[in-house]
């Protein structure tokens, strides 16, 4: 079974709080609190925004992020990078920063090889 998406696991919290009223438990008056209580509907809907601007965001970094477009694979729905060996749209960002700035300390260093070899 795969893991989630972010957004699947938003889906089902919203689930959650569209088929329950709240948390009960959560006052020692023993009163349950209401999702509206506890800003769960707001807090779910900046976690949307955020997952949308997440996505504009890694679209154009697949887009602008140096390889040629022939390397770049966009078909049903895609955002897979062949020569980077990267799912832009479903991948682990961390992993993207950490091999890029592994490539371009290489560059770097090759660079600075060709100046003292001058």
């Known amino acids: 079974m795969s893991k989630p998406t972010r957004e699947e696991m938003v889906g089902k919290l919203e689930q959650i709080v569209n088929d329950s009223y709240g948390v009960d438990g959560f006052h020692l008056n ?8 506890l800003e769960v509907p707001a807090i779910l809907q900046a976690i949307r925004e955020a997952l949308e601007e997440n996505q504009i965001m890694r679209e154009l970094l697949w887009v602008n ?8 694979y966009g078909d049903d729905g895609k955002m ?13 960002m961390k992993v993207f920063a950490e091999r890029r700035a592994t490539k371009n300390m290489k560059r770097y260093q090759e660079y600075l ?4 070899s001058r």
């Open 113 to 116: 090889k060709k100046g003292a």
């Open 65 to 72: 992020h140096g390889c040629p477009s022939s390397a770049m």
């Open 80 to 92: 897979d990078c062949n020569a980077c060996v990267f799912d832009f749209k479903n991948g682990d």
């Open 30 to 37: 023993g009163d349950i609190a209401s999702w509206d209580e």
